[in-house]
T-cell receptor
C-alpha cells in the first residue's frame, strides 16, 4: 500500500521568511512524487514534480529516498503563497494525496 | 483548450433521484479520473478510465456508475445516493497510462448535496 504523510495541518509563516512544508511517503517501488496546490476559489493544480527538478514560483522540492521525504521549500515567502498544499505519490496507477497543509503567510 | 470542465457546478438531489455529472477535456488526454473530496480532506480516487475503458474501481458502491462515451467525455451517473455521499466530485485527466499520469489536470468540481 502507498501512503503520504503531511504532519502539519496548518502552517503560518511571516512574509519574507523561509517556508518548509514536510512530506513523507511509504511505497515499495520507485515513486513519482508531486506537490499540488489549491489557491482560494481555484482548482487543484500541479505545482512541482520530482522528476523535472525545477523551481516553480520559487518553490523547490528534493526527493530523499533514504528518508522517504519530499519536502517543499521556498527561501522567502510571499503573501500569494497562501494556499492549501498537497503532497502526492503516483504509484500502482493511482495518485494518492497526503492530508494537506494549509499555508498562511502573515503580512 | 487546456482546461477540464465540469457541469453542473452545484447539484442538490433527493435520495430517490437519478442525476449525472459531466466532465469534458479537449487536451487529447487518454486517462480520466473521478475523485471524491469531503470537506477538509484530500481527494480520494474513485475511478480511472484509460483509453475509454474502466481500469480501476476503488470499491465504489454501485449507486455510482461511471461512463466514458469517448476520449473527451466522462460521466458519473448517480442513483439512490445517501446523505453521506454529499461532497465535491472532481474530474481529472492526464496524458497517458505509463509515464506522466501523476501529472493530472483537475476540473473545478461539482458540489453535490444529497437530501
Amino acid at each position: 500500500a502507498q501512503r503520504v504523510t503531511q504532519p502539519e495541518k496548518l502552517l503560518s509563516v511571516f512574509k519574507g521568511a523561509p517556508v518548509e512544508l514536510k512530506c513523507n511517503y511509504s511505497y515499495s517501488g520507485s515513486p513519482e512524487l508531486f506537490w499540488y496546490v489549491q489557491y482560494s476559489r481555484q482548482r487543484l493544480q500541479l505545482l512541482l514534480r520530482h522528476i523535472s527538478r525545477e523551481s516553480i514560483k520559487g518553490f523547490t522540492a528534493d526527493l530523499n529516498k533514504g528518508e522517504t521525504s519530499f519536502h517543499l521549500k521556498k527561501p522567502f515567502a510571499q503573501e500569494e503563497d497562501s494556499a492549501m498544499y498537497y503532497c502526492a505519490l503516483f504509484g500502482n496507477e493511482k495518485l494518492t494525496f497526503g492530508t494537506g497543509t494549509r499555508l498562511t503567510i502573515i503580512p | 483548450d487546456t482546461e477540464v470542465t465540469q457541469t453542473p457546478k452545484h447539484l442538490v438531489m433527493g435520495m430517490t433521484n437519478k442525476k449525472s455529472l459531466k466532465c469534458e477535456q479537449h487536451m487529447g488526454h487518454r486517462a480520466m479520473y473521478w475523485y471524491k473530496q469531503k470537506a477538509k480532506k484530500p481527494p480520494e480516487l474513485m475511478f480511472v478510465y484509460s483509453y475509454e475503458k474502466l481500469s480501476i474501481n476503488e470499491s465504489v458502491p454501485s449507486r455510482f456508475s461511471p461512463e466514458c462515451p469517448n476520449s473527451s467525455l466522462l460521466n458519473l451517473h448517480l442513483h439512490a445516493l445517501q446523505p453521506e455521499d454529499s461532497a465535491l466530485y472532481l474530474c481529472a485527466s492526464s496524458r497517458n497510462r505509463d509515464r506522466g499520469n501523476g501529472e493530472q489536470f483537475f476540473g473545478p468540481g461539482t458540489r453535490l448535496t444529497v437530501l
